[in-house]
Structures are given as structure tokens and as C-alpha cells.
């Protein structure tokens, strides 16, 4: 395919092409050399028109329906408020192939066929965090494509599934009720980065149990400490399927936006964001010259070998790399 010239990107993005978008959305996830001065220029072309939506990252634990919610909310935001959506949805990769499924707009239905809404599946590709390597990049694209809500969906609740605090407003955890000790089974760097929880599948006989949990969960958010920004994590109950709570999630997300755009901690965090990124960005940069490195990538292999098979620690070929890449 014909790549565009950088006026045509910016024009169609700015237009709210939709072929365009997901064409310039592609530029930037492109590991090829060739690409990456070109995205360059269209990301500094078009930061002045990015920052205006309202970003929400949701994570949650397996089976919670992060896909299923998400649609509901978005033809909540669509049909109920008026308002568009851009979601960026994140697959995990296979670690022998290294490909993903990416079918998230099968599992989203009614967002799939919706005029208003965007979606963007993309694979992992052992990027930590439970989000994509581009993920904050391609943001910015459907913000200035005038998209007023961002949702990123992580692979996960896991270890590393908190990069997506780092690039979002609001940070929300779906969980589910009646699946055994629901409060053992959190990590508590999760619990002390969300903004807000969902107990989903609130319906049927499972409604009594998704309210019982609900009591606990708020109560065991209060033993954590205050947040500096003032606001206090809140838990609600919610069936995707059946729509309801779905307002009552977003109304509290909307609550969050307003008290911290009246006590500057929105502009504040999206500061501390631009720094992650910058720093994220910068390790990425420096992690491709280093493997580029003529010395480094003749000597790497034998190096792998030899502490593969015992022949040298990994302390000493880490120290023999970093001496031949400052040669």
C-alpha cells in the first residue's frame, strides 16, 4: 500500500477520516526505520489538537467481560449522551509466534458497526504494562481525530498491568462476584493505583453476591491510604449485558474529571504522564541503538549461548555488552 504524504495524514486525522486514522495508526506502530521520522512529524503536527478527551483505562481480572462492559458503556456514551468513542483494545501476543487473535470487535457487537465509535485492536508484542508499545501514541491520534473518550482495555490484572495508570485519567478494575476470595485475590498495586470498581454481572441470582462484594470492597478500599488528589475510590455495580449501572459507572468517572479539573491534579497527572513517556520513550530509543550497535550485535548471540549454557553469568556478558557499546 502507497504510503501517504505527511500533509494527507494530518488532514485526514484531522478530518476524522477513519481510513486515514487507522492508516496513521499503523505508521506509527511500525518497527521500519523508514517510518519513524515520518510518524515523528505527525505526532508533533498534530499534539496542539490532542488532550481534550477523557481517558479511561479498565483492566480487569479473567472473565470479569472487560470486552462486553466496554461495549455497553460505549453505545451508552453513543446513544444515551451523544457523544463519540475511540476504544484501543490490547491482545496479548503469543510468546512462540508472536502473533495475536485481535478480535475484539467480534466480541464487541453493537460498537463494531457504530458510525460514532473506533476501534483499534492491538497486539501486545511483550510490551509490559497490559498495554501496546504505541498505545500512548495512538491516543493522541484519536484525540486530535475528535474523539472525546478514550477507553484502553489492558490484556489484565497481572503484575505489570499498571502502565495504563500512567497514561490514563481514570483507572477502573471490573470484578466479579461468587469467585472465591475475591479480596486475596487482588494485588495490591492494582488496588492502590485504580480510580474506581465495577462489580459486573450484577443480574440474576448473582445480584445478592455482586452487593455483598461490593460492601467489601469498599471497605477494604478505606484501610488504604487517602489519595493526594483528593479523591476516593469507589465501587458500584454493574450487568454489561443486561445495561444496567453502566450510567451510574460513568457518572462516577465524570464526578472524578470534574473534582480534579477544579483542584488542578488533571493538569497535574497529565504532566507526570508526558514525563513517563518521555522517559519510556527515551529507553526504547536507547534500548534500539544499543542492539543496533555494530560490536554489541556481532558479539550478542555468542553471548546468549555462552550464558545459556552456563559458560559465563549473566552479570559478566551484561557487563561485556554495555563495555563494547561504550567503545
Not at 25 to 35: C, H, V, Y
Not at 215 to 220: D, F, L, V, W
Request: proline fraction near 4%; charged fraction near 25%; glycine fraction near 10%.
Amino acid at each position: 500500500m502507497r504510503r501517504l504524504s505527511l500533509q494527507h495524514y494530518i488532514d485526514g486525522v484531522l478530518a476524522a477520516d477513519r481510513v486515514v486514522l487507522a492508516r496513521a495508526i499503523t505508521l506509527i506502530e511500525s518497527d521500519l526505520p523508514a517510518d519513524a521520522g515520518l510518524a515523528a512529524r505527525l505526532l508533533d503536527a498534530l499534539l496542539p489538537h490532542t488532550g481534550g478527551a477523557l481517558r479511561v483505562g479498565i483492566t480487569g481480572v479473567p472473565g470479569a467481560g472487560k470486552s462486553t462492559f466496554i461495549d455497553a458503556l460505549g453505545m451508552h456514551l453513543i446513544r444515551q449522551r451523544g457523544e463519540n468513542v475511540a476504544v484501543l483494545s490490547v491482545d496479548p501476543s503469543s510468546p512462540v509466534s508472536g502473533g495475536s487473535i485481535l478480535g475484539d470487535k467480534t466480541r464487541m457487537e453493537r460498537l463494531a458497526v457504530e458510525e460514532r465509535a473506533f476501534i483499534r485492536p492491538s497486539p501486545a508484542r511483550g510490551h509490559l504494562g497490559g498495554v501496546a508499545r504505541r498505545t500512548r501514541e495512538t491516543m493522541l491520534l484519536c484525540e486530535a481525530a475528535g474523539y472525546r473518550n478514550v477507553l484502553v482495555e489492558t490484556i489484565g490484572v497481572g503484575q505489570s498491568e499498571t502502565a495504563v495508570r500512567s497514561m490514563t485519567d481514570f483507572f477502573l478494575l471490573l470484578m466479579l462476584a461468587g469467585a472465591g476470595d475475591e479480596l486475596q485475590g487482588l494485588k495490591r498495586g492494582i488496588i492502590e493505583m485504580i480510580d474506581g470498581m465495577a462489580i459486573n454481572k450484577a443480574d440474576g441470582d448473582n445480584r445478592p453476591k455482586a452487593e455483598r462484594a461490593r460492601i467489601e470492597y469498599a471497605g477494604a478500599l478505606h484501610l488504604f491510604p487517602a489519595s493526594p488528589d483528593g479523591w476516593t475510590p469507589r465501587v458500584s455495580t454493574c450487568s454489561a449485558v443486561e445495561g444496567s449501572g453502566i450510567a451510574e459507572v460513568w457518572r462516577m468517572v465524570l464526578e472524578h474529571r470534574e473534582l480534579l479539573e477544579r483542584n488542578g491534579w488533571l493538569a497535574r497527572r497529565r504532566n507526570l504522564q508526558a514525563l513517563a513517556w518521555m522517559h519510556e520513550l527515551t529507553s526504547l530509543g536507547l534500548d534500539a541503538l544499543f542492539r543496533g550497535h555494530r560490536a554489541v550485535a556481532a558479539r550478542l548471540p555468542e553471548l546468549e549461548e555462552e550464558v545459556r549454557a552456563g559458560r559465563k553469568t549473566p552479570f559478566a556478558a551484561s557487563r561485556e555488552l554495555l563495555a563494547l557499546f561504550q567503545q
